[in-house]
């Protein structure tokens, strides 16, 4: 082969790469390709006892948030070839009402302190996108603040029953007054897990400044000047805030919960009422039985029971026990598009997320949200046309086999 110089034309439009951009954080986002990139950027952008307090689970090991991530990891999916994929309609039913995707924005506690922006940056992202999003008993803004701010999103609200149920009414009756469609019952929390990265770094709401915190202001001093200079960090329908997150719920929840407090909701409630926390088929039963019209597979992201059952490898089990007209949700490990269709092939309903969506939050407010978001419907897509299927009610057991 001949060798030459080569032209300038020839060269030219070979130099330079992507254009330059003054916004860094927008920048960073874009070269995030994952949920666990953006993940890896959080970490970096909050204060170590904010980001173990999102990241972390229960016990020493934590062993149940891994073994549900190690859960997706077994799935093989078994795609057809030769379909026409060119269109894919990722629209589904939720309770009864349409979703643009099989997702929900679950609940989270103390949202604020992942970022100032908090449940609203939240509650945007998941009305640009078509889908629900679950507002907690534990959030940092009150069920009305956030009806205002997202009127178009479809509002569901998490309810902790405490001791006092004169206030379980009143909230129930402010959902009601707002708008809200569901109520999502949570029953895995009776009393606190034993959460050891909080215990660790000396976790308590709203953040202590001890000689620890003065030093983590030096590398994390956006987060710190955006704690200090907004409203103070609290929950919104509680009063009783101070200490740890585990001596609030031992202070305020009720751990005498029983299934005749099931009725009981039932009956202040008439809109559709989810039942979260379920670990067995026996109790998914049970709660269908006192009037739930759905339920959510969930062992709170590993965060209460050491060594709970894996919310997807009960799943399959719990759809086929169950009437079809009940909704079957699940989350714990989700982390990708492609969990997400592997579960709805397995018999999901809907996917709930939490943490994801945390990460986004933390790594960049309502932009990083909204990245997550964008991630998790790209990759549902692309998973779904490499599959060969091109709508949610396509996606069977077929499409999936679990490796040993």
Not at 196 to 217: E, K, S
Request: net charge neutral.
């Amino acid at each position: 082969m001949k060798r030459r110089v080569p032209r300038w034309g020839e060269v030219r439009p070979l130099i330079g790469g992507q254009p330059l951009r003054w916004n860094r954080t927008a920048a960073l986002l874009e070269r995030c390709a994952s949920v666990e990139d953006v993940r890896a950027l959080a970490r970096r952008r909050v204060p170590r006892a904010v980001f173990d307090y999102t990241d972390g689970a229960a016990g020493q090991d934590e062993s149940s948030l891994h073994r549900a991530r190690r859960a997706f990891a077994r799935v093989e999916f078994q795609p057809r070839v030769l379909q026409d994929i060119s269109t894919v309609d990722t629209s589904t039913m939720i309770l009864g009402k349409p979703a643009a995707l099989p997702l929900i924005f679950g609940p989270t506690g103390f949202t604020r302190m992942m970022h100032y922006a908090g449940e609203p940056a939240v509650a945007a992202v998941a009305e640009r996108m078509g889908i629900p999003y679950g507002l907690s008993t534990l959030g940092t803004i009150s069920i009305e603040d956030l009806a205002a701010v997202a009127p178009n999103l479809r509002h569901w609200f998490q309810l902790y029953l405490m001791t006092d149920r004169g206030y379980a009414r009143d909230l129930i009756q402010r959902a009601r007054d707002c708008g809200y469609d569901t109520i999502i019952l949570t029953v895995d929390t009776p009393v606190p897990g034993r959460r050891h990265r909080d215990v660790r770094n000396g976790l308590t709401i709203p953040p202590r400044l001890t000689a620890r915190t003065l030093a983590d202001m030096a590398t994390h001093p956006r987060w710190w000047m955006n704690l200090l200079t907004t409203e103070p960090l609290s929950f919104a329908t509680l009063t009783s805030t101070e200490g740890t997150v585990a001596d609030l719920i031992s202070r305020v929840f009720d751990p005498a919960i029983t299934v005749e407090d099931l009725d009981w909701l039932r009956a202040e409630w008439s809109g559709a009422l989810v039942v979260k926390g379920i670990q067995t088929v026996d109790d998914a039963e049970l709660v269908v039985r006192h009037g739930a019209d759905g339920v959510i597979l969930s062992t709170h992201g590993g965060r209460q029971l050491e060594r709970a059952p894996v919310p997807f490898e009960i799943l399959p089990r719990v759809r086929e026990v169950l009437d079809e007209r009940v909704d079957v949700l699940i989350d714990g490990g989700v982390m990708s598009g492609a969990d997400v269709v592997a579960a709805v092939a397995q018999g999901a309903t809907a996917v709930a997320i939490g943490r994801a969506y945390l990460y986004g939050l933390m790594a960049a407010g309502e932009a990083g949200v909204q990245r997550v978001g964008d991630l998790l419907r790209e990759e549902i897509v692309t998973t779904m046309q490499l599959l060969g299927r091109t709508s949610i009610p396509s996606l069977g057991p077929e499409c999936v086999r679990l490796r040993d």
